[in-house]
């Protein structure tokens, strides 16, 4: 269908919801009553989607009983799931049994989509967080994990590990969505689109979510031309923004955050390009530290004016 500004679909991110309540109660384990919790204050703050993203919990590994439980904690509030999004499990890690339960696990993730009528699933090749990252105000400052560059046998599995799962997400018409992250395969425009041609599945696509290379404290590409590379293969977004300063003379880069209307990226612009490229996919605001889901709610309404403007041309 074709999108109005009004009833495209733009997921809340449930980043500012932790895997661990205070209490030290894991969400995976809460009681359904808790669950709905969380969906009454998504719907307050005016959400009808979310991305029922595993930083939370991890719907894959809920029981069948469980899931209908999750489901209906979040129909009772009229917010439905507009994809779900695996985070920091990458089916090329070098420890291969943590790989390959990773690929188990996104296939279980595929069905659980299937069985929620979900039709995206994104995935990324980013890796679990170094203890000095976790421990850092911002996890981005400090080195991660790097995908082995010019290892020709590394980029030919994760070449076949996506095709994989991509393959078995076909009969449930699940598109796969590859999410940017840096110093992986889809850390750069470039690389990115070179896997998703090498792959060559239909029902693969690009999450261009620029806002993980943004933030880094180091030299990036344009973010502009970025957009206009990525955007044409793309079929969901993880949206946020961050304010940055350069000072390349002395080696300086520094970023923290930022209301998507008031960083770095002019996402107007890239609105404008996604429409221009045909984009038809569903959105999710994002925003790391405050508070992370008012925020999100502003960016929401920041995007819907940006999409009246441009959609009534």
Request: proline share 5%.
């Amino acid at each position: 269908m074709k999108y109005t500004a009004e009833n495209w679909p733009i997921a809340a991110a449930l980043l500012q919801f932790p895997a661990k309540r205070s209490n030290g109660m894991l969400e995976q384990e809460a009681p359904a009553s808790r669950w709905r919790d969380v969906a009454r204050e998504i719907s307050l703050e005016g959400f009808a989607h979310i991305d029922l993203m595993d930083t939370w919990l991890r719907p894959a590994d809920l029981s069948k009983e469980r899931k209908v439980e999750l489901k209906e904690s979040f129909d009772a509030y009229g917010v439905g799931f507009a994809a779900i999004s695996v985070i920091r499990k990458s089916v090329i890690d070098p420890d291969e049994e943590k790989a390959q339960r990773n690929f188990d696990y996104i296939k279980r993730t595929i069905d659980t989509a299937a069985e929620y009528g979900v039709s995206i699933v994104s995935i990324g090749l980013h890796r679990d967080l170094f203890p000095a990252q976790k421990t850092a105000q911002w996890f981005w400052v400090e080195p991660g994990a790097i995908d082995e560059p010019n290892n020709p046998e590394n980029w030919n599995l994760c070449v076949d590990r996506i095709g994989q799962l991509c393959e078995y997400a076909k009969p449930f018409n699940i598109e796969l969505s590859l999410e940017m992250y840096e110093d992986t395969y889809i850390g750069t425009a470039d690389s990115t689109l070179k896997l998703v041609s090498d792959i060559g599945a239909s029902n693969l696509g690009i999450n261009p979510d620029i806002g993980n290379l943004v933030r880094l404290h180091r030299p990036i590409e344009n973010w502009e031309e970025m957009f206009i590379k990525l955007l044409p293969h793309s079929n969901y977004w993880h949206m946020k923004n961050y304010f940055r300063d350069e000072d390349p003379k002395n080696g300086l880069y520094t970023t923290t955050p930022a209301p998507m209307e008031f960083g770095f990226i002019n996402y107007r612009r890239a609105i404008e390009i996604a429409l221009e490229s045909g984009y038809e996919g569903p959105l999710c605001v994002e925003h790391y530290g405050g508070d992370g889901l008012s925020v999100t709610a502003t960016n929401r309404e920041y995007i819907r004016r940006i999409l009246r403007a441009k959609l009534a041309k």
